[in-house]
């Protein structure tokens, strides 16, 4: 079944075509990869779901509903969660206080503290996080701040989960911790759309990619497919990658 | 009677862009409001009324020298004070720019105290009559005058090294700061000419009317209302705007009468803020 | 450095209260009036403290509602007979309703603009006042006199800003302990990134601007009654809603007691300056501004939760230093 779908997504910034006319559909339950280089508007589709950006032209489905028009907080209530790239957390709070707020105002607890925090709990415990529930943001590694963004992501208890290069600035053995975290979450019914630029990890886990070029679509398919697609190796990729892969 | 009306608008809107200008680089470039900045204008009057009376000259004559005297003044207190804590945050140099504002208030006072005082030159008074307008000599030299600094300062950002240095530091510090530029002494610059235009106001506004300590913040309702209809860190668009809120304020005057000059005044900043926050030409950069 | 912890502060709360309860019959009345105007600033720096120390809002023209309160209040006990109490709660509601409705529009803006917003609403409000015959214009208004003497009147005011003191600093403390805490705090820091968690943010920054209105126009109210005249340049001021945020920004803003601890120390050197340095009233407190903004802009409450040192001092200049 269709949880999220995009038709003629489009987004200028004054002159500036970020986006142009995408169309996509993601389905129930996979991991779908967003790749592309710098630039290419991956983000802002992003933004652009998440209600962030209003959208030139097109539409955006999320369970059949049009959800561009949106504000940020109604698509997270509807059930999209969203880990920045840059990690926006609240750098006053602690790492618990951070997801906390998540809880209270992201699922269905509004008003209980304790419920929310227990909550925040859990979901710091199935990211790795336990330890450093009361520390601040400030006084933890990269590798855990993009498991805190994971976090708050999660804690809203999402049906999609949208996650933007959280494996940026890691090591590889914190990316492969990283991609058995997100095949978990997977596992418990939640889609995800990623985008990634760690091609090993996107292309492990991707049921599909799709691939975007300065704000346009140049390719959707399973990984092999895109893997041989030649206008993708030519922009993005590189002839050697093909080679790597053993196509 | 309706032409007058529209020329005492536009004259004093050529009064109001300037001053307009003034507070509006600063707010562009350096995203700092200057709750000092009527007050600095006061002080550029209060030059003109020290010098011209203690040199016996008439006080257009002082323009220079406030001018001169405002622009070390601004580029000082940006060096010594507003430098110290320009990346602090909003609250940190609005606080600051009114405790700025609080001081130079009460050395105005310590010198010439709360009297309100004016030059009385000898062409006050005089104006001529052009198209059922009557038309005082001084204002026109002040609309013209006013209008002349704005275009000579929209030439220097445009033409000049350190305006071009000023200008790519308003569109992106980091990068401007990569291609040499010493950002600090930037922000010097930006605030003295601030500075200096808002004193060669007060000498303009001194030859009509009389001044005191605390007319300054009467300033600051036109001073926002221009920047922002005018379009942050546009010259030409804090012109218009300047000239707008003149001809607004002459008709609302004499539509419903002096009374209601502030309230008026007051409501068009209101409305411009949540109606044009980007301005007459509003470019919105993000839809 | 005396590390001072929970334990230590709530000894001294506690010990504080029952000294300022017991103080007007041990104090002389001159020192009683000094402390129901600190008591008052208290009222209004705490309440600045919601909409700008919590939530980030920055009505620097907040002093809009000390005035809407203490003309609803003024306008009520003579033209309509109401009692105090009852113009009081008017004061404070109508203050509060003003803030919801005009919020609509104002809340709107951000950063510099919600400044400028508010700071020509204040000037609005003034301009209005002075033109409507209800509110006696330019001249002022004239309160009835406190029924009974000095000394009985003196206790009345000193009692009232104390309580309505206690109860704006409970309501912040409820705040800072509630989800509508850490929705202001998230809000404050990025509005967007608050939205994308879940939080909506116009009804609780309309929520915390209407509290913030509400103490400050009890206070507007009450203080109407106190002096027994009103008019409108001196309610509708600028510069008493600077030094409410200058006494929020040296208490700590954000913290619950800090703003009360800022207008204490501020009301004080203020009163002081008053009597012995009138002519240099505005200079000291504008080089206090400068000073506080520069040296202290976490607040006398985070310089005790950590140790003061001169090092980390000058390492938070070099941050802000441009």
């Known amino acids: 079944m269709t949880i999220l779908e995009g038709r003629r997504i489009t987004k200028s910034f004054g002159g500036l075509m970020a986006v142009n006319k995408v169309d996509f559909e993601v389905q129930e339950g996979e991991i779908f990869g967003l790749i592309g280089p710098n630039g290419s508007g991956k983000t802002t589709l992003l933004n652009l779901i998440n209600g962030i950006f209003p959208l030139t032209e097109g539409e955006i489905l999320f369970l059949g509903q049009r959800i561009n028009g949106f504000k940020p907080y109604q698509i997270t209530h509807l059930g999209i969660g969203r880990a920045f790239q840059i990690v926006r957390a609240f750098p006053d709070l602690t790492v618990k206080e951070n997801v906390l707020i998540g809880s209270l105002f992201g699922a269905k607890r509004r008003k209980d503290i304790g419920a929310g925090m227990k909550a925040a709990e859990e979901v710091l415990n199935f990211v790795g996080l336990g330890a450093r529930m009361s520390h601040k943001v400030s006084e933890i590694t990269i590798a855990d701040r993009k498991r805190l963004e994971l976090a708050r992501a999660l804690v809203i208890e999402p049906k999609l989960l949208l996650l933007d290069e959280v494996m940026a600035g890691l090591n590889m053995r914190e990316v492969e911790d990283l991609m058995h975290m997100i095949l978990e979450v997977k596992r418990r019914g939640i889609t995800i759309l990623i985008i990634e630029h760690v091609m090993k990890a996107v292309m492990g886990i991707s049921a599909r990619i799709m691939v975007l070029h300065e704000g346009r679509k140049i390719a959707l398919g399973l990984p092999k497919e895109i893997s041989e697609n030649k206008e993708v190796i030519q922009s993005y990729l590189g002839k050697r990658f093909g080679r790597r892969m053993g196509i | ?287 | 450095m005396v590390k001072v912890g929970r334990k230590e502060w709530f000894m001294i709360g506690v010990g504080g209260i029952f000294f300022l309860a017991l103080a007007p019959s041990l104090l002389r009345g001159y020192w009683v009036r000094l402390l129901t105007s600190m008591f008052m600033f208290g009222i209004l720096a705490e309440s600045v403290n919601i909409i700008a120390g919590y939530c980030g809002y920055l009505a620097l023209g907040n002093m809009l509602f000390f005035g809407l309160g203490a003309y609803i209040q003024a306008v009520l006990m003579t033209r309509f007979d109401f009692s105090f109490f009852l113009a009081l709660a008017m004061a404070g509601m109508g203050a509060s309703l003003f803030a919801a409705v005009v919020g609509l529009l104002i809340l709107r803006l951000r950063g510099q603009y919600f400044i400028m917003g508010t700071m020509a609403l204040l000037e609005l409000m003034r301009e209005i006042t002075s033109n409507v015959p209800l509110t006696g214009g330019g001249q002022g208004i004239t309160l009835p006199i406190f029924p009974g003497d000095v000394t009985n009147a003196n206790l009345f005011f000193y009692y009232f800003m104390f309580g309505l003191m206690i109860l704006t600093a409970a309501c912040t403390f409820y705040i800072s302990k509630s989800h509508l805490g850490y929705a202001f705090r998230a809000i404050k820091f990025d509005e967007d990134a608050a939205s994308v968690m879940g939080i909506n943010p116009t009804p609780y920054k309309t929520a915390a601007w209407a509290m913030s209105a509400f103490f400050t126009g009890l206070a507007g109210g009450g203080y109407a009654y106190w002096i027994t005249f009103i008019e409108p340049g001196e309610v509708y001021q600028i510069a008493p809603s600077i030094k409410m945020y200058l006494m929020m920004v040296l208490g700590g803003g954000g913290t619950v007691l800090g703003p009360i601890v800022g207008a204490f120390f501020i009301e004080f050197i203020s009163e002081v300056v008053w009597g012995k340095f009138l002519e240099l009233h505005f200079l000291i407190l504008g080089l206090i501004l400068v000073f506080v903004v520069i040296f202290v802009p976490k607040g006398l409450m985070d310089l005790t939760r950590r140790r003061f040192s001169l090092s980390k001092l000058r390492a938070e200049l070099k941050e802000n230093r441009v």
């Not at chain 2, 430098?83 to 600051?96: A, E, R, Y």
């Not at chain 2, 208030?105 to 009559?129: C, H, Q, V």
């Not at chain 2, 000599?137 to 220097?156: C, D, G, K, P, Q």
């Not at chain 2, 609302?252 to 926050?277: A, E, R, T």
Request: hydrophobic share 55%; aromatic share 14%.
């Open chain 2, 1 to 287: 009677m309706l032409a007058q009306v529209v020329v005492n608008g536009l004259l004093q809107g050529g009064f109001y862009a300037c001053i307009g200008v003034s507070f509006s680089i600063v707010f562009g470039i350096m995203k700092i409001i200057n709750l000092a900045q009527g007050t600095q204008i006061i002080l550029g009057a209060y030059v003109t009324y020290a010098t011209s009376r203690a040199l016996n000259l008439d006080p257009f004559f002082t323009l220079p020298l406030s001018i001169i005297v405002l622009f070390i003044l601004g580029y000082l207190i940006q060096k010594y004070v507003i430098n110290l804590v320009g990346k602090g945050g909003l609250i940190t140099t609005s606080l600051l720019t009114f405790g700025l504002n609080l001081i130079f208030i009460n050395i105005a006072l310590l010198i010439w105290n709360a009297d309100f005082r004016g030059t009385n030159p000898w062409y006050m008074g005089k104006s001529f009559e052009f198209g059922g307008a009557t038309i005082p000599y001084i204002r026109l030299s002040i609309f013209v005058i006013a209008v002349l600094f704005t275009v000579i300062l929209e030439l220097f950002f445009w033409k000049t090294e350190l305006g071009n240095s000023i200008r790519a530091t308003a569109l992106n510090a980091k990068a401007a700061q990569l291609m040499g530029v010493d950002i600090a002494k930037t922000y010097c610059y930006t605030f003295a000419i601030s500075s200096a235009l808002g004193g060669a106001m007060g000498t303009l506004f001194i030859l009509a009317k009389p001044v005191s300590p605390f007319l300054g913040g009467d300033f600051l309702v036109i001073l926002f209302s221009v920047a922002i209809l005018g379009g942050l860190g546009s010259i030409p668009g804090a012109l218009l705007a300047g000239l707008v809120l003149g001809l607004v304020e002459s008709f609302s005057v004499f539509l419903c009468g002096i009374q209601y000059q502030k309230i008026l005044l007051n409501l068009f900043c209101i409305s411009v803020l949540i109606f044009l926050p980007s301005g007459l030409m509003g470019k919105r950069f993000y839809g």
